[in-house]
């Protein structure tokens, strides 16, 4: 582990970091982190849709001894409800990768959900670190694969899986495109060491790219009760855009439901999850806990989600690029950041507990219509 990191001075929010990353990644890794899908728009709105919604600024309540931000989720204590989201590929952003991101979570008592598609091993990563480490299992064409993988995971001390159903095919990636940027540009992905290769996107003019045979092995809802068989783990399945899919989810025994658009990176136009949180949590009603990211930047936005039905948030790029700036330093410090502003979010609302912020926080005047 390199011992050269340092915060930059003037970094005083997750937004500074996005700045600094900028000018150390190379055009390629900033085109795959920070880009999105086709224009970009639903990466646009998941920002947008956060700064229209307004707050009821509160006064005068009480902060007494139960006050606080600590939440058991799923068998997982969090000082506070963030996560970080599956990432693929963090050497991208820095040397020491997965390890070093691990590292900066557990620091601010966070968790983090290690991609299948990381540069490092989920046994090495848990070997150096005692924080809460949840697995993410995109589901290979290799079944009996998949669920070894699952098993290893649970082995390894993963406290839950995370499985990703938004992205049987990885979306139209101008950004990338336009960069220079291959998949085959990221390094090995080590969970996958022994999957034999499968059908791959192919499309010679006047054939179909993905119809002819590519997605006969997409994953379906049938590979959700047989996960469910494989893992006592909890099972969040992460990509859930309507009710009516979260619905189903909960009847296939998922334990609990990400609400993401996987940062408007496979299907744009797709709306902002902030706009669809709230039909989702109707529909889940409790059953099981309803998780958001997407577009998660400032305190306020994750009040603004818990207001809005969410149990706990996640963040993607924006632990990236602190992992970028400043390792494992960067990215302890990029949490301890959001905390505070959350911390302040809830204090200036009136909200003592996690369990006070309701959709009375939320400001219903004409602008929000
Ligand atoms: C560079 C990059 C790689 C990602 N890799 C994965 C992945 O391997 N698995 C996955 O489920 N989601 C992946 N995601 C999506 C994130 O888990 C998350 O849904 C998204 O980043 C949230 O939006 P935000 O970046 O605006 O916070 C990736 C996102 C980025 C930016
Ligand atoms: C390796 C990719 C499939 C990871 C991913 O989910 C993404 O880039 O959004």
């Known amino acids: 582990m390199s011992s050269a990191y340092a915060i930059p001075p003037g970094v005083t929010c997750l937004p500074d970091y996005e700045d600094h990353a900028r000018a150390l990644l190379s ?51 969090l000082a506070f409800p963030v996560l970080l989201a599956p990432v693929a590929h963090h050497r991208l952003a820095c040397a020491d990768g997965e390890i070093a991101t691990a590292i900066g979570a557990a620091a601010a008592g966070s968790g983090l959900v ?4 990381s540069d490092t091993a989920i046994e090495d990563i848990a070997a150096a670190t005692a924080g809460p480490l949840w697995f993410q299992l995109y589901i290979q064409h290799d079944r009996a694969f998949t669920h070894a993988l699952a098993a290893r995971a649970e082995r390894a001390g993963a406290r839950a899986i995370v499985v990703t159903v938004d992205a049987p095919v990885s979306g139209v990636r101008n950004d990338e495109q336009r960069a220079g940027f291959t998949p085959g540009s990221l390094g090995e992905a080590v969970h996958l060491r022994g999957l034999k290769p499968g059908p791959v996107a192919h499309a010679p003019l006047g054939s179909s790219l993905l119809f002819d045979g590519f997605l006969a092995g997409a994953p379906r809802w049938e590979d959700i009760a047989r996960l469910r068989a494989v893992t006592r783990l909890p099972l969040l399945l992460k990509g859930i855009m309507t009710p009516e899919d979260a619905e189903r989810a909960v009847r296939e025994g998922a334990d609990g439901i990400i609400v993401s658009n996987h940062g408007g990176r496979v299907l744009d136009t797709l709306p902002a999850t902030i706009e669809v949180l709230p039909g989702i949590a109707r529909a889940v009603a409790g059953r099981v806990p309803v998780l958001v990211d997407g577009g998660i930047r400032r305190g306020t936005d994750v009040l603004k989600a818990l207001a809005l039905g969410a149990t706990a948030v996640l963040v993607g790029r924006p632990y990236v690029f602190a992992l970028a700036v400043a390792g494992p330093a960067g990215v302890a410090h990029a949490l301890h950041m959001l905390r505070a502003e959350f911390e302040m979010a809830m204090a200036l609302t009136g909200c003592a507990r996690l369990a006070d912020i309701g959709s009375n926080v939320i400001h219903r005047g004409p602008s929000c219509n």
């Open 114 to 117: 290690v991609s299948t598609e």
């Open 27 to 77: 055009r390629a890794a900033w085109a795959y982190i920070a880009g999105a899908a086709a224009d970009g728009l639903t990466l646009r709105r998941n920002r947008s849709a956060y700064d229209a919604i307004s707050l009821n600024g509160r006064v005068l309540a009480a902060f007494g001894g139960d006050a606080g931000t600590r939440l058991d989720l799923l068998g997982t204590t």
